[in-house]
């Protein structure tokens, strides 16, 4: 069967060959109401180009397999307009007004369009009316959208087949710049010049409650959408509109994942903060966690984890809130099991100090001073002053339990963000004197003499500390 022909396709064995043009117009065809399908706005979708430059074959069957709101549909009719704009499908109903068509993709395009959730259960006659629009003397591209319910490989066992999934429909940091350049009147007078970096004072639209707000960078709108389309939208027209986009997230995503029975396991996994196989690996056997857990290609592949300009994956904010808001409301406890279990994961797999950021982030103070007691002489060693920024951010009753030695206090005004700030004592050092000496020398004594890190943080601590205020026979002891 040639592809690039535009050649018929085979009938499939035991459905009686092409159907005839009258049955093309059944239900689970756009041809009827294909307008209302997606917002056109008189553009391509903003990851086209990227989708189009991807390598294919000649097929003429696309599958969209992505969650509303990120423009699937949208996709889909700029693929099919790339292969050649056929002729709309005939007889498909009355013709829409002049008026209604406005944008860049007019019936001959959205007729062409299969949704899925339209197509009732019947997959036998569906695959029957996919194959007549194939087979359609017209010629043309024809494209399938849906969730996770449409049956991708009943689909490509009968027809020539390329696929669609989030990734290809969420866009980039960079797609995002592109597209709020391009509809700048659509969204925000000076909203160009501002992702260019041309202009500085640009204050935006007044938000909520009369405040006025600067519009957000691309990577500001990225980190909270993941690049779902919607929710870019309102971000690019409302800096301030972080709710009104995390709700048009949420309905979309909770389709998304419907009644998937791994949808327990992708909620728990929203409490790590950063993705790689080994962190989710620490994080399934953690005894606090008790599910089987979730692979990284899992998430990828739903879209629920975006690639960063660092190379790591992570899962949007917005996306992030959504599921973890479920327990947050119902089960505290089990709130506080899974960010205790992903500090520990995460602590496993990138390090104590991003361990630490984490558990700050979380605002988990338990943990911090448990991390804190336990690593603090690797973090002093590695990097005091990225240790003096992380006592700087500490609410004062989690401060004041790490205190009992003074060192916090002491770290904290002898770093700065680039190193230790040494500064020699302007009299003679009197160790007997030194307050936090004494302390310190007191602390090692009642400590039972066990090779543990206390021990150790304690040792190095006084060695440290009397090297610094001049002490140095103590500090030789």
């Not at 959730?117 to 006659?125: M, R």
């Amino acid at each position: 069967m040639s592809r690039s022909a535009g050649g018929s396709v085979p009938a499939r064995s035991g459905r009686g060959g092409t159907a005839p043009a009258g049955q093309q117009r059944e239900s689970g065809l756009l041809p009827g109401a294909p307008l209302e399908l997606f917002d056109d706005p008189g553009s391509a979708h903003p990851a086209l180009d990227r989708f189009l430059s991807l390598p294919s074959g000649e097929e003429r069957l696309l599958i969209v397999r992505a969650p509303m709101g990120t423009g699937g549909p949208w996709l889909a009719a700029g693929w099919i307009a790339a292969g050649g704009v056929p002729e709309a499908v005939p007889d498909a109903g009355p013709a829409p007004s002049a008026d209604s068509v406005t944008g860049l993709y007019g019936p001959e395009v959205r007729s062409r369009i299969v949704v899925w959730d339209q197509a009732g259960t019947d997959l036998d006659a569906f695959i029957d009316r996919v194959g007549a629009l194939l087979d359609d003397p017209h010629g043309g591209r024809v494209a399938v959208v849906g969730g996770f319910e449409i049956p991708v490989n009943e689909l490509v066992a009968a027809f020539p087949t390329r696929l669609a999934g989030p990734t290809d429909v969420l866009l980039t940091e960079g797609e995002i710049e592109a597209y709020a350049a391009r509809e700048q009147d659509r969204y925000r007078p000076g909203l160009q010049a501002h992702v260019r970096g041309e202009a500085t004072g640009h204050r935006g639209l007044a938000g909520a409650g009369g405040l006025a707000s600067k519009p957000l960078t691309p990577l500001q709108i990225h980190v909270r959408t993941g690049g779902w389309l919607r929710a870019v939208r309102i971000l690019l027209t409302d800096p301030l509109g972080s709710r009104t986009a995390r709700l048009a997230i949420m309905s979309s995503l909770m389709r998304w994942l419907g009644s998937r029975p791994d949808r327990d396991m992708i909620e728990t996994a929203a409490f790590l903060p950063e993705f790689t196989e080994e962190t989710l690996e620490a994080f399934r056997v953690h005894p606090l966690v008790g599910l089987p857990g979730v692979a990284l290609s899992g998430l990828q592949e739903l879209g629920l984890v975006v690639p960063c300009t660092d190379g790591q994956w992570r899962m949007p904010t917005l996306v992030r809130e959504i599921l973890q808001a479920s327990l947050t409301d119902t089960d505290p406890q089990r709130v506080r099991e899974l960010t205790e279990a992903a500090v520990d994961a995460t602590t496993a797999d990138a390090g104590v100090e991003a361990t630490v950021e984490t558990a700050v982030r979380k605002r988990s103070w338990r943990r911090v001073t448990e991390l804190l007691h336990d690593h603090w002489i690797d973090l002093y060693l590695k990097n005091a002053p990225a240790l003096a920024r992380i006592l700087e951010r500490l609410p004062r009753h989690v401060l004041g339990g790490l205190e009992g030695t003074g060192l916090a206090s002491r770290l904290v005004t002898s770093t700065r963000p680039t190193g230790m700030d040494y500064r020699p004592s302007l009299t003679p050092p009197d160790y007997a004197r030194d307050e936090l000496a004494q302390r310190l020398r007191a602390r090692i004594t009642a400590t039972p003499l066990v090779a543990n890190r206390t021990t150790v943080t304690y040792g190095i601590a006084d060695m440290a500390h009397c090297r610094l205020s001049g002490h140095y026979t103590e500090a030789a002891e």
